[in-house]
């Protein structure tokens, strides 16, 4: 079965990072691009960048250049979004999402900033 | 790529046909997808490619249109359909998606 699996919630501190992983079974992880996309509370589902299974090139939105980092561990078929630098305002729920037409997602995980 | 869907929320009946839009600022072809959410859980591959049924998903679901204008219809609607939709563009980068349309029960 074709699925992704994400870490636990998380909760942070303004300024900290968090870093949350994807791991993929059931299918060639290398084979695919994995998109990350976070929905804070009551908002619209947001795009935050994509990662290449097979290379490891990125895409990342503008919004997150300097503070998103995606990474991927090809042995483990598992891909991980960190974030720097957390304000209150990336309290969300991250999903991680496979190829090109989004499609399967993980459950989400919950990251809360909060002092 | 900005889309905006309409309408923001609409009450229905089950068995009504349901037709929700969506419009991107730019020509964005057939790069739209459809998705479905359910409160507390990810969003789930309605349609792709503006028109194609994803597999396992009822054929009461359809979608139509190209370039800007873009429509996802929900034949009759049944009582697991209530959730809130979303359209994606995936054309260029950054991929963003509309503000979603909630489906209540009237």
């Known amino acids: 079965q074709v699925q992704l699996v994400q870490t636990g919630a998380e909760v942070k501190k303004p300024g900290a990072s968090v870093k949350v992983s994807c791991k993929a079974s059931?299918?060639?992880?290398?084979?695919?691009?994995v998109h990350w996309v976070r929905q804070a509370p009551g908002e619209r589902l947001e795009w935050m960048g994509w990662i290449n299974a097979d290379n490891g090139n990125t895409k990342e939105s503008q919004k997150f250049q300097d503070r998103l980092i995606l990474t991927k561990d090809t042995s483990a078929s598992t891909v991980y979004m960190e974030l720097r630098s957390l304000r209150s305002e990336d309290t969300a729920v991250y999903f991680c999402a496979m190829t090109f037409w989004f499609d399967p997602w993980g459950q989400g995980t919950l990251v809360t900033v909060s002092s | 790529i900005q889309l905006t869907q309409s309408p923001s929320s609409l009450s229905a009946s089950v068995g009504d046909r349901v037709t929700i839009t969506c419009r991107a600022s730019?020509?964005?072809?057939?790069?739209l997808a459809w998705y479905q959410q359910n409160p507390g859980k990810a969003p789930k591959l309605l349609i792709y490619?503006?028109?194609t049924l994803q597999s396992g998903v009822p054929s009461r679901f359809s979608g139509s249109g190209s370039g800007t204008d873009f429509t996802l219809t929900i034949s009759s609607l049944q009582p697991e359909d209530f959730a809130t939709y979303y359209c994606q563009q995936v054309n260029s980068y950054p991929r963003t998606f509309g503000q979603g349309t909630k489906v209540e029960i009237k």
């Open positions: 059931g299918f060639t992880f290398s084979n695919y691009g």
């Open positions: 730019q020509d964005i072809n057939s790069f």
């Open positions: 490619a503006a028109s």
